[in-house]
């Protein structure tokens, strides 16, 4: 090869080389310094750590400045080479510094952040309670927090005065707040605790100072009814001191005496074993903290009652188990059997609001048996039957007791009756029976004011309406109700009717016109069980009670009176297997509940006792005996 076109080609590869060397640098970008973080607010006196990112460099090394000044200075602050910011001691002006990072490898370039100084942050002072009241000459204490400074002592003021007054009430170094011995005008002080570090930060507290207060004694009940040789629990409730012990006495006796009854430490009052005279007599709880104060009840003692008396019915058994009815406990006493007669079957019971007469709805059968009650001894005695339609199953009277309806479940009859007040005998009125032309029928329910009657169709689903004159049935209009509705209650108010949907598992409500007796549907209510039976309301007319047979249990709803809604009285109970009825001890304390166990084989019945809690309505067992007898089905009692 020649030599100079050897040389051309060494030139020529130098060329290349040094091109490719300058395509390299171009394709590594500018060098960029990035501070971290970007902004940083620093206290005085503090530090902060700043790092800086170089790219595009071969060195990562950086010179610090602030506001331009390598390293910083002392106004406005100092940074070391490894970034580390240290604030001037007082803040500059203006606060906001400029802290650089400038590349080593070219000093053109630089990244950097904005710091601001800070002050101290403020002395905060914080009291505590901010409010309280206090007797007077009694004492309060008070705690004061004090923030942001290491001196956390405070000076104490009331009303402005260091320490207090004679006027306003004292305080002490450590906070303790001492009423005065009057209470001042305004009643309210106010209590200050001021920082000792920096005057100017302090905190409030109010205090109102109250007289000292008047012992006032409240006994609980103010009246009360005690059957002879019963009890009666009082309380006693004082205020106006710590001292809540009393002294009870009764007609001015402490401790009370055998002639007007006696009445234990704790308030429990026993009546005597005679009704004195007067009958009342005056329960007295003395403070022992002031014995010039006092409250007192009045208590009327009363004889015992004359005898109650439970009936319970046994359809295979043909008879009638009678019951005498302990009126305090509510616990029942075999009193005797009468026999209805063989094929009878005597099912629900019906007693004469006079409680003269009993009568027996004879399931199966078309009759009913009529018997008299004997008041002393409870027995019954037969007086006759009546003749009505097949298996007469529900009957009620009008709230004298001069009519009386009834329905008969396999048939779409219903009877209205004329009751002898005398004999206790039925006669049916005009039009007795009413042909209803719909499916059986089996609740019946009367208003108080006898005006309107209503009846449960159980396979139409509907409650029809009668208007009722002098006993005779008029029909009016049906209403749709739930499915297999059944038995139907009317509340003491004639305002709203209740109906046990058997099948619905609830109860429905209805309000009623006062005028025409039209229902108005309210709502249902699921009764917390299966084949649903309404049964009685109370005596007060508040609590509504029933049954689910399917379920063996019971249940309660509150009335409201204003507009018919129920409220459950928590869940349903547990009775016996398949609970057939049941009713109320007329003086409310008292429930029961017949078991009839079985509708095809037979079995011996029993009944459930509650106590009633007349506030709530809530059931509280307290017996399970045997009926005495099978299958038993229908309750009456005594009024």
């Not at 960029?32 to 170089?54: C, D, E, Y």
């Not at 240290?86 to 370039?109: H, I, L, W, Y």
């Not at 006994?219 to 009360?224: L, N, R, S």
């Amino acid at each position: 090869m020649p030599q100079s076109l050897g040389r051309l080609w060494t030139a020529t590869l130098l060329i290349a080389v040094a091109f490719l060397a300058n395509c390299s640098n171009d394709t590594k970008g500018p060098i960029t310094v990035t501070v971290s973080p970007a902004t940083a607010s620093v206290q005085i006196g503090l530090t902060k750590q700043f790092s800086a990112t170089v790219a595009n460099a071969a060195s990562q090394g950086v010179d610090w400045q602030v506001n331009g000044v390598s390293g910083g200075d002392a106004t406005n602050g100092t940074i070391s080479a490894s970034g580390l910011y240290t604030a001037p001691a007082a803040v500059p002006s203006p606060a906001t510094v400029t802290v650089t990072a400038v590349s080593q490898s070219d000093n053109t370039k630089s990244g950097s952040a904005a710091v601001t100084i800070t002050g101290p942050p403020a002395v905060t002072v914080q009291v505590s309670p901010k409010t309280a009241s206090v007797v007077v000459s009694a004492t309060q204490l008070f705690t004061a927090t004090v923030s942001n400074t290491s001196n956390t002592d405070v000076t104490w003021e009331v009303n402005g005065v260091a320490g207090g007054d004679a006027t306003n009430g004292t305080i002490s170094a450590g906070g303790l707040y001492t009423a005065p011995l009057s209470v001042p005008s305004p009643a309210d002080v106010t209590i200050t605790a001021v920082s000792v570090a920096d005057t100017s930060k302090s905190d409030t507290a109010t205090v109102t100072i109250t007289a000292t207060p008047v012992v006032v004694v409240t006994i609980a009940p103010k009246t009360a009814s005690v059957q002879v040789t019963h009890t009666q629990q009082f309380t006693a409730t004082v205020t106006g001191t710590a001292n809540t012990a009393v002294t009870w006495e009764v007609n001015g006796t402490t401790g009370g005496d055998a002639t007007h009854g006696t009445i234990s430490n704790a308030g429990l009052y026993t009546a005597p074993s005679s009704v004195p005279s007067p009958a009342t007599v005056t329960v007295g709880a003395v403070s022992v903290a002031d014995t010039s104060k006092s409250d007192t009840a009045n208590v009327t003692v009363t004889a015992a009652p004359v005898s109650r008396f439970a009936y319970v019915s046994s359809f295979p058994d043909n008879n009638i188990k009678i019951f005498s009815v302990d009126d305090g406990t509510g616990l029942l006493t075999a009193a005797g059997t009468t026999s209805t007669g063989s094929g009878t079957n005597p099912g629900f019971l019906a007693m004469h609001p006079s409680g003269k007469f009993l009568y027996s709805l004879n399931r199966g059968t078309d009759t009913v048996s009529i018997f008299t009650v004997n008041a002393t001894t409870g027995a019954l005695t037969a007086a006759g039957t009546v003749t009505a339609a097949d298996d007469p199953f529900y009957m009620v009277f009008s709230s004298d007791g001069a009519f009386a309806y009834m329905t008969c479940d396999n048939t779409s009859e219903v009877f209205a009756f004329s009751v002898n007040t005398t004999t206790g005998a039925l006669t049916n009125v005009s039009g007795s029976p009413y042909s209803l032309g719909v499916g059986r029928t089996r609740g019946i329910a009367v208003t108080p004011d006898n005006k309107f009657l209503y009846i449960t169709d159980r396979d139409s689903n509907d409650i029809l309406e009668f208007s009722i004159a002098a006993g005779v049935l008029t029909f009016v209009n049906d209403y749709a109700a739930g499915t297999a509705v059944g038995t139907a209650v009317v509340d003491s108010t004639g305002k709203y009717l209740y109906a046990g949907n058997r099948d619905d598992n609830a109860v429905g409500a209805y309000s009623i016109n006062a005028s025409t007796g039209a229902l108005t549907p309210i709502t249902t209510y699921p009764a917390g069980g299966s084949s649903t039976s309404v049964w009685t309301f109370d005596p007060s007319g508040t609590h509504l009670y029933g049954g689910n047979q399917d379920s063996n249990n019971i249940f309660a709803f509150t009335l409201n009176a204003t507009d018919g809604t129920l409220t459950s009285v928590g869940t349903p109970v547990s009775t016996g297997t398949m609970p057939a009825g049941g009713g109320i001890h007329p003086n409310g304390k008292f429930a029961y509940v017949v078991n009839q166990i079985s509708d095809t084989n037979l079995q011996p019945g029993s009944i459930t006792i509650y106590s009633v809690n007349q506030t709530t309505g809530a059931l509280t067992q307290i017996s399970s005996m045997a009926s005495g007898s099978n299958n038993s089905a229908g309750f009456a009692i005594t009024p």
